[in-house]
């Protein structure tokens, strides 16, 4: 990971988003999709700790060499600001930070789930399969057509796309959970790879330990820092041999996990059900297949 | 001004650090983290995160919401346990550092003596610091070092058995913290740190919900550093010849600075070095540079000279104490 001072070179909404671009080769040169930037927050505003996003898209080469790219959903004082900053100006950034999804090295078939701006990773993800040789077919999910992270793209970078808004304004009415079924079947899937919220990914992981997809999932918690200090963005996942769980920093153990390993009721219930002891009930999974 | 052969290292009690700039308790990772982000020789010492006997899994999420100027938090001293610290993280951070200060926390007083003797003999270990805001299971109060005899009793028994010198890290919103602070120094501790950050509750309006998994937590960032400085500067009063270590809001070298008018002999930085890994090595010199425009030759040329009428005498639970 490197701390930068990087000029911004365009900022521009995409929908419901902000979409900011960096010139940052250290960081350019060295990103894969799934990991993210800890940007700083200016001085002397009562908001302090550095806001992180995935990366949507980084330029190693041609005119845009050097720059990487990320959409900011506003929503809080952070957010809403770096809407507001200009072109030019410059962004004290450190990245690249967190895990990122691994390719998949025998299987072809991969199915990419996405629901708002979870979608800026995966397109990022999509590139780098298709350049790869594998199938990519995407569901892409959202509240509402402004919400729907780039559709055109997301068309361009997958064989088949299934568009899902909760009000039905663009694609399919529904949610992920309608859409996913289907698309399993239809495209073949082998592994899956998933970006939203955490009550979606939930839901995917459920359906994928039924079905014995296996799948990666970049899961978002609040964080401080970022670089794994502080210890706050911690996420509930059992050790692979089954004796017991940690709780593992997303922003250095994650924000890619196994969604088979995630507590996921223990993460997000607000009573999570007790786990037996000693804990024989937790999965014991085989690591990502490759 | 010519000539003035400036220095910024101090001796808190046995530990020379070359700068008066810690990295604070619970901000500097395992080890791994900082040493890509900062050169930290050239910060005074790390301050490891919390320690305890058994492995802890900590608070639920989420742990951290934003305040104005401050977060909300609670980690639950998320750490490995004593044992897999010291074979693990211990080394790893003393590779990196120039002094590392272990944070120990108990609940009981044979924890606290547990701890230090896991430590006794560890080369790596500069020195240990007392997390004392946690809960007292033996005497069944809510927090250890709230109460002097109880804050002592503890103290002293660490400073009997260690090797190196001993920080008590005093809760900043105890009621009677000079008084706290004289009864551990008389227990032995070389310094004390000043201070444990004050409760706090993060609520969310529109979920009706708190903010925090483990609903209640602490109070951090530049928000405290009034209440860090009052503290410092009435416990520096009633313990004027045992360094005093000022946390909780230093962010800037301009902090530092007011942190030692009130008495403080050295700071740690610590969600300032969450928010830019750099800060401890900004905060230092930003120091040198109110040394040099000032004409000072170290901070101790400042350490306690803030101006406060004579008339002002009666602090805190000075009398009380006596």
Redesign the interface.
Known sequence: ?T?VRAEILSTRSVGAYHSLTLVAPEIAEKVRPGQFLAV??PEGR?????RHFAVHQASRRGGWAGTIEFVVDPHGPGTEWLTSVKAHESL?V?GPLGTAFAYPKRHTNCLLVAEGHGAASLYFLAQELVARHKRVDMVVAAESQERVFKPIEGKRLSQTISIVTADGSLGMPGSVMDALPDMVESTGTEVLYAAGPSATLAQIAGFCRQRGIPAQVAVE?????G?????????PVARKDGSGY??LRSC?DGPVFNPARVLWDR?LSEAPTMLPTPPEGLPVVRSWPG | MAGVSRSLSVDLGGIVLSTPVMVAA?????G???P??VELRKVGAVVT?SITLEPE??SP??????S????V?S?GL?NPGIDAFVTDELPRLARSSAHVVVSIAGNTLEEYVRLTGSLQGRPEVSGIELYLSGADVELQRPMLGAHADRAAEVAGAVARMSMVPVFAKLPMHATDLPGIAQAVVRAGVSAVTIGGPPPALDVQSQGLRPGLGGVTGWLS??ALLPMTLRAVFETARAVPNTPVIAVGGIRTGDDAVEAFLAGAWAVQVG?A??????APVTVAQGIVRYLKAKGLASPADVRGRLRVPASFGVVGGEEQTT
């Open positions: 990971m701390r700083q927050m009562e908001f302090l700790l550095r004290q450190v918690e609040r964080m401080a820092c670089f794994g200090l502080c210890q706050t963005c911690v996420v940690d709780h250095v993460w | 619970g901000c500097a990772g395992t791994r983290e900082l890509g982000l995160r899994r900590g999420t989420p742990r951290v919401a934003e104005p100027s401050g977060v938090w980690t998320q960032g530049p969600t070095t969450l928010i830019d890994p750099t």
